[in-house]
């Protein structure tokens, strides 16, 4: 059976503003290292999925970047969505979309913009998860083992049914919980039987459209149309015409949170979603005064601090538990427990009429 992936990369990384911006998100930023994360991302996929049988789901704004960064992808593998409408209409189309090259392929989806530090162990845990795929009508989700009481990811449940592959024990899902307070994610790590969900899956595609059809019979039947649709009219236009009438869904609340025969394979692969700039201090070195640094820097009595420079010398003194990032035109100063919150900025400058900065 062929496998084949689908990266979601139509998001604006809005958390980690003002590097990120509408016209060069997070996913095409170099974050860590000296490519983009979504290029690192078609990297480790290409060590076991010929570029061929992987493909991206973006918006228009980003399609030439794409072919910039990754000038190997078939101009086909790059799927326009006209609209966003969240992450189950996402995964409906690209179903389509594979099924006509690939019929009842395997499919892993996963998004263009996390760090993956132990690449082989990933790889082995996603072939690992294809296998369970083809074992019946299982979605298979990756489970990162949590190690600390996060409050900004969703969780996931397992249950003491499991299934042993390739020295891997697989549980079966008991449920899908959303972001937690502190007090249910410090319970979660101690209950010993929960995961961070990581939003990556693997499935056959006739297994997921048929959890389609029975859990978004509407999503089902505008698929249906455009798959009829591709025979005889050129694609794109026929997903500008009626890719919008797509209900905003996530797959976690429309699929995983009703499907039944969900397994989870906890993961440990030193794994980071770089949602918002204090991921920096996790997946970077830190100075003796746990600052992250960046740049053209003078810091003096700086301590736990997080600080970019475009150029132009930053100079600090006296500062604990900041970020200061500095861009062409935007300089951003924030304390890091409000890091979650920058996307309140991006809200204010549209309502000031500030789009520039977007």
């Excluded at 993956?116 to 979605?139: A, P, R, W, Y």
């Excluded at 509407?218 to 698929?223: F, I, K, N, P, V």
């Excluded at 997903?239 to 499907?259: C, H, L, N, T, V």
């Amino acid at each position: 059976m062929t496998t084949t992936c689908v990266i979601m990369a139509g998001g604006k990384g809005e958390r980690f503003w003002p590097k990120s911006r509408t016209h060069l998100p997070k996913q095409f930023l170099n974050i860590s290292g000296n490519k983009s994360m979504i290029q690192q991302c078609i990297e480790r996929l290409q060590k076991f999925i010929p570029i061929e049988q992987i493909f991206i789901i973006t918006n228009e704004l980003y399609a030439e970047l794409i072919k910039a960064q990754i000038p190997t992808l078939p101009d086909d593998n790059i799927i326009i969505e006209p609209v966003g409408r969240n992450t189950a209409p996402c995964v409906g189309l690209a179903s389509i979309i594979i099924e006509e090259k690939f019929p009842d392929s395997t499919m892993i989806v996963l998004p263009s913009d996390h760090i993956i530090k132990d690449e082989n162990e990933f790889i082995n845990i996603l072939k690992t998860g294809v296998e369970v795929s083809g074992q019946g009508k299982h979605l298979v989700t990756l489970g990162i083992t949590p190690t600390y009481p996060e409050t900004g990811y969703g969780y996931i449940e397992s249950t003491d049914q499991t299934i042993y592959l390739n020295n891997m024990k697989i549980h079966k899902v008991n449920k899908f919980v959303e972001k937690p307070n502190l007090e249910k994610a410090t319970a979660y790590i101690e209950d010993g039987n929960y995961y961070w969900n990581s939003g990556i899956f693997v499935w056959r595609t006739s297994v997921i459209r048929e959890y389609i059809r029975e859990l978004l019979p509407d999503m089902h039947d505008l698929l249906e149309t455009m798959k009829v649709a591709f025979q005889t009219s050129d694609r794109n236009s026929v997903i500008r015409s009626e890719f919008p009438k797509m209900p905003d869904q996530s797959i976690d609340y429309g699929i995983m949170e009703k499907a039944e025969n969900i397994f989870v394979i906890p993961c440990i692969f030193g794994w980071d979603d770089v949602g918002s700039w204090t991921a920096l201090e996790r997946i970077n070195d830190v100075d003796d005064n746990g600052n992250v640094i960046r740049g053209n820097i003078l810091n003096l009595d700086t301590k736990g601090c997080i600080i970019e420079s475009n150029g132009k010398l930053i100079a600090t003194l006296g500062v604990e538990d900041l970020i200061i990032v500095e861009t062409d035109d935007v300089t951003l100063i924030c304390k890091k427990d409000k890091a979650q919150d920058i996307k309140s900025l991006i809200k204010e400058l549209k309502v000031q009429k500030l789009e520039q900065y977007l």
